[in-house]
């Protein structure tokens, strides 16, 4: 399967403590892959720096490769305008502006080979919500209806992969399957997307693919269905596996 985004042996350092340790990994075309971890696992850092991003001034080392073509000496502006959108943790919206106003600060670069720019139309009848709120400020919407319209902003420039930190913060319990399973539908349609989510049983229901980070190394890689079953998966983020709770030896009941 073809990769539409991957990294090789990618390493983040904020002064002497490194934050991403020789990371590599790979997005299938028209897949959805999943990053999850621990709290300062290193799963932003790793999105940041795949999207060329940064808070702060670390030093990044290994190869970003998007479609093909290695991006790495790119600024996170031209990496956008070749399709590499990262949705960030703290969404990127402006909150002075209205829905509208967001969307039309949007420019969709001029050659979209190979990718889809979304319209309108096609963004409310993913989002109906948005089109309710589209006059109102950013700092007037809910948690939920900022990640839409953050999400809505970067479909509007045309993604060849779409990278999202965490989508389901801010959001109620009931609408964060909701978000993940339209981000899906979209995959389903022939996006790819790269999420990092802190709600493990939720992404491991609607990735195909899953990376566990742990201090910025990858310990685990594999298919949802398999990562679903790992130890490690199960005892940090699903509760307690079977195989702990009949301790060997122990009376049945
Ligand atoms: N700008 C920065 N300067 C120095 N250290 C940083 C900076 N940003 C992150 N770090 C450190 O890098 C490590 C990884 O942080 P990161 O935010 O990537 O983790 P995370 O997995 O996204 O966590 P969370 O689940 O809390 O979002 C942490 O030890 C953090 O303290
Ligand atoms: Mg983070």
Redesign the pocket.
């Known amino acids: 399967m073809s990769s539409v985004l991957a990294c090789d042996r990618l390493t983040v350092r904020?002064?002497g403590?490194t934050?991403?340790d020789r990371v590599t990994l790979d997005v299938p075309a028209g897949r959805m892959v999943g990053v999850i971890?621990?709290?300062?696992?290193?799963?932003?850092?790793?999105i940041?720096a795949l999207a060329g991003w940064?808070?702060?001034r670390?030093e990044v080392e290994g190869e970003v490769v998007l479609g093909g073509e290695p991006v790495s000496g790119l600024s996170a502006y031209r990496r956008a305008h070749r399709g590499l959108l990262l949705v960030p943790?703290g969404k990127g919206i402006f909150g002075g502006l209205t829905v509208e106003e967001n969307m039309a600060l949007v420019r969709t670069p001029a050659d979209t080979r190979d990718r889809h720019a979304f319209g309108e139309d096609e963004i409310f009848a993913l989002f109906p919500r948005l089109r309710e709120r589209l006059h109102h400020k950013g700092t007037a919407l809910s948690g939920g209806e900022r990640q839409m319209l953050a999400i809505s902003c970067a479909l509007r420039a045309a993604p060849r992969v779409l990278l999202l930190?965490?989508p389901s913060v801010g959001l109620a319990p009931r609408l964060v399957l909701e978000l993940l399973k339209r981000m899906r539908q979209l995959v389903d349609l022939g996006l790819s997307i790269l999420l990092?989510e802190?709600n493990v049983r939720a992404a491991l229901s609607v990735v195909d693919d899953v990376y566990l980070?742990e201090r910025?190394t990858v310990v685990a890689h594999g298919p949802a269905e398999e990562m679903r079953e790992d130890k490690r998966v199960v005892e940090a983020y699903l509760g307690r596996s079977d195989i702990e709770i009949a301790e060997p030896g122990s009376p049945h009941p």
């Open positions: 904020y002064g403590k934050a991403v971890g621990a709290n300062g696992a290193g799963k932003s850092t790793l940041n940064s808070r702060g670390p943790e930190d965490e990092v802190q980070l910025g």
